[in-house]
């Protein structure tokens, strides 16, 4: 049992703007217009609908389904490693999710390194959270999603509302996460190789425009989630492919979650890749993975 011809082709895809995007000398924002060109791999959902909208000073945009429920919203945080991509390289696979959760999704487009260095992209993520409970969205009917460094903070600001002593998303869905920022998880080098998004170097990258204070060990808590105190998190599900860099970090993030006693499923995809929900409506896996993922949230936001 292989993958579908349809996931080899989203790799093959996701290849070839890597090597357009990490050709030697490219000005950052050409790479960056490089990368939205990620939205391509996903089709446009039926019966979604959008609306950019201003949700407490941070840029974001609703992906709204027909006949979504009025009560619930989720909201989503796009990949990227904080450095580039954009709510609109998010916007249809965001759609494909809401679409399956039956409730409307919020993409967040966060301000990005290395112009905004952490801790930019979580207050900003915080800042749409309390934009949305202020349109009076209940936080139990809210859905924290995201993938790759939008799947770590998917987690990270319920941990930080929780830190607060406040109520936190109702359930989450960590796509692809980027969980212990040493990047010393076997993985890392094991599937160099078979990753057509992300390697070693590029992770550096990132890490680098992201956490630019001297001062932050990478290994703090705070910044990886493989070494967060858990306690209290929301029902989460993580997903991750198999042939992605990152798979050490969402095996390991999940084995975490089970030691804090946190309701969670954790999803490998065969030899997935990535961020692997940009293939959304082509890769019948991924559509299945998407039916898999609203059927949780469905399940679990206002509980």
Do not use: C
Not at 188 to 201: A, C, F, I, P
Not at 216 to 235: K, R, W
């Amino acid at each position: 049992m292989g993958v579908s011809p349809e996931a080899q082709q989203f790799a093959q895809f996701l290849e070839s703007v890597s090597v357009k995007s990490s050709t030697p000398g490219l000005d950052l924002a050409i790479v960056r217009d490089i990368v939205e060109t990620h939205h391509r791999a996903s089709t446009e959902p039926e019966g979604v609908t959008y609306a950019e909208v201003d949700a407490g000073g941070v840029p974001a945009l609703w992906a709204i389904p027909e006949d979504a429920d009025p009560d619930r919203a989720l909201l989503h945080f796009h990949f990227g490693g904080s450095v580039t991509a954009s709510m609109h390289s998010d916007r249809k696979a965001a759609g494909h999710i809401a679409k399956a959760a039956g409730a409307r999704s919020l993409v967040v487009d966060f301000r990005l390194a290395p112009e905004h260095p952490h801790p930019a992209q979580l207050d900003d993520a915080e800042t749409a959270y309390r934009w949305l409970v202020s349109q009076g969205y209940q936080p139990r009917n809210i859905g924290s999603t995201g993938h790759s460094i939008g799947g770590t903070l998917a987690v990270m600001l319920p941990l930080r509302l929780l830190a607060g002593g406040e109520p936190t998303p109702g359930a989450i869905v960590s796509i692809s996460p980027w969980t212990d920022l040493t990047i010393q998880n076997p993985a890392v080098d094991k599937n160099e190789e078979t990753d057509k998004m992300l390697s070693r170097g590029t992770l550096e990258l990132f890490r680098g425009a992201w956490l630019q204070d001297p001062a932050v060990d990478f290994a703090d808590p705070q910044i990886s989630l493989v070494n967060a105190d858990l306690t209290g998190l929301p029902p989460t599900t993580v997903y991750y492919g198999e042939y992605e860099t990152l798979a050490g970090d969402g095996a390991e993030f999940g084995r975490r979650l089970a030691d804090f006693k946190v309701t969670s499923e954790v999803h490998p995809m065969p030899e997935g890749q990535h961020s692997f929900i940009l293939a959304a409506g082509r890769v019948p896996e991924v559509d299945q993975a998407i039916q898999q993922m609203g059927a949780w949230l469905r399940r679990h936001l206002g509980a």
